[in-house]
């Protein structure tokens, strides 16, 4: 048996129960925990993840310079046009790149207070044809 063992995800905001709304929603999760400073989630493959209130958070200006990139989540989807869709109607918004190659194959946003995350299009099973 493991000494350690990997428990859950923080991000710290200045909101967390409006955070974990946007992150229920967009993983389809349930809350599992929430006390007046921080709020737990369970994705439906198990994934965790709980948002800790700090009302002096700054949020990462990935990609700029400044305050660079904390930390991020990626995500594994089938359809990168409809997840977009549902994150920018959660209140999300997609992080401009530059020299971003294409076609793109993963993209990039910020959730409503600021984090980044990367929706990453799962690779395809079928074989190559031609």
């Not at 048996?1 to 389809?28: H, I, N, S, T």
């Not at 929430?34 to 369970?42: G, L, M, P, Q, S």
């Amino acid at each position: 048996m493991a000494l350690v063992k990997a428990g859950v995800v923080v991000l710290d905001c200045a909101e967390p129960e409006r955070l974990a709304v946007f992150y229920k929603e967009l993983l389809e999760a349930e809350e599992t925990d929430a006390t007046a400073n921080r709020v737990e989630i369970r994705g439906a493959d198990g994934t965790r993840l709980a948002f800790r209130r700090d009302v002096n958070a700054t949020p990462p200006s990935w990609p700029r310079p400044e305050n660079a990139l904390q930390a991020h989540l990626d995500f594994v989807v089938e359809d990168l046009d409809e997840a977009e869709r549902r994150v920018v109607g959660l209140g999300g918004r997609p992080l401009a790149t530059k020299d971003a190659p294409g076609p793109f194959e993963e993209r990039c946003y910020s959730d409503p207070a600021g984090h980044s995350f990367t929706l990453r299009l799962v690779p395809s099973t079928a074989p190559k044809q031609g």
